[in-house]
């Protein structure tokens, strides 16, 4: 069983009524398992039936499964319940498009983008339900790309404003490894924070089943002296990760202190979106 | 087990809060000296610690960080420490969260530099 399936399971049998059972459901999905998919997102359901994200993650399921109709119930839900839900809107796009509706899709795909600017999916999406191009939109990525589609660094929200390396140094993420703030540039200082993240959510997964495995508790930071500089690694709040990056030059219990100092703002931003 | 490799251990156990020290195949997580105390488990931990180490890694090179010389992961009841070392090997410790990190980390890296000579 890959490890992200494995922890995702674990963290639903320990607290069945968690809402993870979205991304237990979304990753069986895209490892193809559509029937165990499903068996998670309907269960899930029966305890969140006003749980939008959840409906959403069902929608793509059953288009998976080619059971259009189903599928268009499920975004139909997720809307009457969240009526700007991003996943759900693009997911009506995509069956407007596959029943050859294209002034439907469209008017769709300009919602979606009214709402999210940066989707570029979206962008590219409407240029080929422009040009009448077969396959111009794809399902819904999915609750959780939809709830954070990549955003240009520009584009992301200021949180860490007055701390050194506010956007080249400093970067949140959520558990799936998508960038919520901050920013990670290269040597060349081009923005390298989508790539470094999906590396980070792995190690989050490995540290938290270190420390339960070795029963340490709850793991705070992991600190790691590199070549060209040092990294703090840092839980925030219920699932997010927060990296800073510091030359080599900065003491590392100083660049834990400030750290500490990042992940105090990251958690009152966070707790601030009710996340 | 030759001789130096079991001193660095030696070494490092005697630190104050350091549960177990060993030396581990980065490759398979697989132990290849320890000195651990009673109830440390030291399959787990060498097991863990390499694929630790290995997520540390690739997450340094994403970052730009480059190689890592040292991975210290505190948690509310303890710290795992690593270094990596020639031949494909690690060191670890396992300690509880009283110990000395600034010394285990000298111990550990001189070891580490040690095993490259």
Request: aromatic share 4%.
């Amino acid at each position: 069983m890959p490890d992200d399936i494995r922890s995702l399971t674990s963290a639903l049998a320990r607290d069945p009524k968690s809402l993870v059972y979205v991304d237990l459901a979304e990753a069986l999905r895209r490892r193809g398992q559509r029937q165990e998919a499903l068996q998670v997102a309907l269960q899930g359901l029966t305890r969140h039936p006003m749980h939008a994200d959840g409906h959403d993650c069902l929608a793509r399921i059953y288009a998976d499964l080619g059971d259009l109709e189903r599928a268009r119930l499920a975004w139909s839900k997720a809307l009457e319940i969240a009526p700007d839900h991003m996943g759900s809107l693009r997911g009506v796009a995509f069956l407007l498009f596959r029943q050859g509706d294209l002034a439907a899709a469209e008017s769709a795909l300009q919602k979606v983008i009214a709402r999210a600017p940066w989707d570029d999916g979206a962008r590219r999406a409407l240029a080929g339900v422009r040009g009448g191009r077969v396959g111009a939109v794809a399902p819904a990525p999915g609750a959780a790309a939809a709830r954070a589609v990549p955003a240009p660094a520009a584009q992301r929200p200021v949180v860490f404003d007055g701390f050194d390396g506010a956007s080249a140094d400093i970067l949140l993420l959520d558990q799936r490894g998508l960038v919520l703030s901050g920013g990670l540039t290269d040597a060349a200082g081009k923005d390298a924070s989508e790539l470094a993240a999906a590396a980070l959510a792995g190690v989050s997964g490995e540290a938290a089943r270190t420390a339960e495995y070795l029963a340490l508790g709850q793991w705070s930071a992991i600190v790691a002296e590199a070549e060209h500089s040092n990294l703090v690694v840092a839980p925030v709040g219920d699932g997010a990760l927060l990296l800073v990056r510091r030359d080599r030059s900065m003491a590392v219990g100083l660049a834990l202190r400030f750290a500490e100092r990042a992940r105090g703002i990251a958690l009152a931003w966070l707790k601030g979106l009710g996340a | 087990m030759s001789e130096p490799l079991q001193r660095a251990l030696d070494r490092i156990s005697r630190v104050r809060g350091v549960r177990g020290s060993m030396w581990v195949a980065a490759e398979d997580g697989i132990p290849v000296a320890q000195l651990l105390m009673e109830g440390v488990k030291g399959k787990a931990v060498a097991a863990l610690a390499a694929s630790l180490a290995r997520k540390v890694s690739g997450a340094a090179a994403a970052t730009g960080a480059g190689r890592v010389r040292f991975v210290q992961m505190e948690a509310a009841g303890g710290t795992l420490l690593l270094a990596p070392a020639a031949q494909d090997l690690l060191i670890v410790a396992l300690a509880d969260s009283r110990v000395n990190v600034g010394l285990a980390r000298l111990e550990m890296i001189r070891a580490a530099e040690a095993a490259l000579a």
